[in-house]
């Protein structure tokens, strides 16, 4: 099960031939290895970024030694994205794992924002069968916004459209027990992290800024994914279901800024809705003229919660080619201030369908989603595409 979790073979046998002797059994262990790296350069459309230029390199067995090793580039007229990442999953042969990260992004959905930074991972296996792992890491990333209104400016005292530096130490555990950690058909994975950046208020005159960076936070969060055949035993129909919720708060006494705000809708979130446009909203004057025409802005919310539920049936099994149908449901609550709580009457639903492609490039997907009692300026359907898989 270990060897097949891995997702570098295609098969794997294992039979036991009689050894030397009586009290000894050779182990011997037949594999097909499979394709483990992907590269990819394409061009695609999207509803709301129009054309968009996508590249793409990963390796999850680089030199042959587990490494893991990926590095990507989006480019559209409202992103400019591109991160690199190696991953040791057993560090010097042992059970320690690292992880480091690199990344760069700009993009202009709701307001023009950036974060650049990168990040370090040190980890653990606490179990025999490497299934759980306690992980240390530390990010250090530039995040703000590029253009904000001298209205913006002035709102929640100043603090809500801040830019600066951000210096987080985070703790996580994680459950693995999927079958396959590239394409899992049964099991599930667990996930929980605690995160502070910058300090605390120790009183009311003095903050304690332990980290360093211009942002004081707290963030917890978690994720749940399971996957189960329908049918027992057959991997023709996968119920497929991914929950993820989060919360940030202030810890010394300021409003939460917009940049670390939870905002959901886009194809990795709730489908059927543009990229971050769910979540609390407020009234934008334009200007400061009293009869000039004001604007809903979403700002996000300090909680969220979002649900995706799958399932999916392979169409063309040996070229990787399979459709599924899926509904969602999430949003994101709470005000800067971190006041309000998820409240079920709240949440936003959407269902849709799609077609995705393992292909020789990598993971491809194309879905159509469908709002459910849309409001008036939200589309009635979205159709967007990624590389990757979602979860």
């Not at 360093?212 to 707290?218: D, Q, R, T, Y």
């Not at 979540?279 to 300090?302: K, W």
Request: hydrophobic share 35%; glycine share 12%.
């Amino acid at each position: 099960m270990r060897i097949e979790r891995l997702g570098y073979f295609e098969t794997t046998r294992i039979n036991t031939p009689r050894g030397s002797g009586g009290d000894v059994l050779d182990v011997d262990i037949d594999v097909v290895e499979r394709p483990t790296g992907s590269f990819s350069v394409g061009m695609g459309f999207s509803n709301l970024e129009n054309f968009v230029l996508t590249g793409s390199i990963s390796k999850n067995n680089f030199l042959g030694l587990g490494y893991l090793m990926s590095a990507s580039l989006n480019i559209s007229q409202l992103r400019q994205q591109w991160n690199v990442s190696f991953a040791d999953p057993y560090f010097l042969d042992s059970r320690w794992t690292l992880q480091i990260d690199g990344f760069s992004l700009q993009q202009q959905f709701i307001q023009d924002q950036y974060q650049r930074g990168g990040g370090v991972a040190i980890g653990r296996y606490l179990d025999r069968r490497d299934d759980i792992r306690l992980t240390l890491d530390y990010t250090l990333e530039d995040v703000g916004l590029t253009t904000v209104t001298a209205y913006q400016e002035r709102l929640f005292g100043g603090e809500l459209y801040t830019s600066g530096i951000t210096s987080t130490l985070g703790l996580s555990l994680t459950v693995d027990k999927r079958n396959n950690r590239i394409s899992p058909t049964q099991g599930f994975f667990f996930s929980a992290s605690t995160e502070l950046s910058g300090g605390f208020r120790v009183n009311e005159d003095t903050v304690l800024n332990l980290l360093g960076g211009e942002f004081n936070l707290w963030e917890n969060r978690a994720n749940l994914r399971i996957y189960q055949p329908i049918i027992p035993g057959k991997d023709v129909l996968i119920f497929r279901f991914n929950s993820s919720i989060g919360s940030i708060r202030s810890t010394d006494g300021s409003v939460v800024p917009f940049i670390h705000l939870y905002r959901a809708g886009g194809i990795n979130s709730l489908r059927g809705y543009n990229w971050f446009s769910l979540g609390p909203s407020i009234r934008n004057l334009q200007s400061e003229d009293p009869i000039h025409a004001d604007d809903r802005l979403i700002v996000g919310g300090t909680q969220t919660w979002v649900n995706n539920f799958e399932i999916e049936a392979p169409i063309v099994k040996a070229a990787g080619i399979s459709a599924v149908v899926f509904f969602d449901a999430g949003n994101a609550f709470g005000d800067p201030y971190g006041e309000g709580n998820i409240n079920l009457t709240d949440l936003r639903f959407s269902y849709g369908a799609g077609i995705r492609w393992f292909s020789p490039m990598g993971p491809l997907r194309f879905e159509l989603g469908i709002p459910i009692n849309p409001y008036e300026d939200e589309r009635k359907q979205v159709f967007d595409f990624s590389i990757g898989t979602f979860f």
